[in-house]
């Protein structure tokens, strides 16, 4: 019986899917930054543009446990932690609309 090499879900996995559900309208992707192969999971980047706006990068700080912006005009700013908060935040700064958080319903 062989091994299947599978990248285990992540943090930027999660936020893709929080983005793509609560404000679809962004481009998102994640992706390795080109020349850096090497770096596993956490050396993804989640790319996101809306409209105008030029892409940003994002990526997961596994040391201070929380989202940060890793290109762009906000470059090494933290986002948020929780996926739902870095999503709005995401949207908020590149001007595109967002869904309600759903854990903000009573």
Do not use: H, N
Request: hydrophobic content about 40%; some cysteine; overall charge negative.
């Amino acid at each position: 019986m062989s091994e299947l090499d599978v990248m285990p879900y992540g943090p930027l996995d999660a936020l893709y899917a929080a983005l793509r559900r609560r404000a679809p309208q962004i481009a998102a992707a994640c992706a390795q930054p080109p020349g850096r192969c090497d770096l596993g999971a956490f050396g993804l980047r989640l790319y996101v543009s809306y409209r105008y706006q030029p892409t940003r990068q994002i990526s997961w700080d596994g040391d201070a446990e929380t989202y940060v912006w890793s290109a762009g005009p906000d470059a090494g700013a933290k986002l948020a932690a929780d996926v739902e908060q870095a999503t709005t935040r995401i949207a908020w700064a590149l001007g595109a609309p967002v869904s309600p958080d759903p854990s903000s319903d009573g």
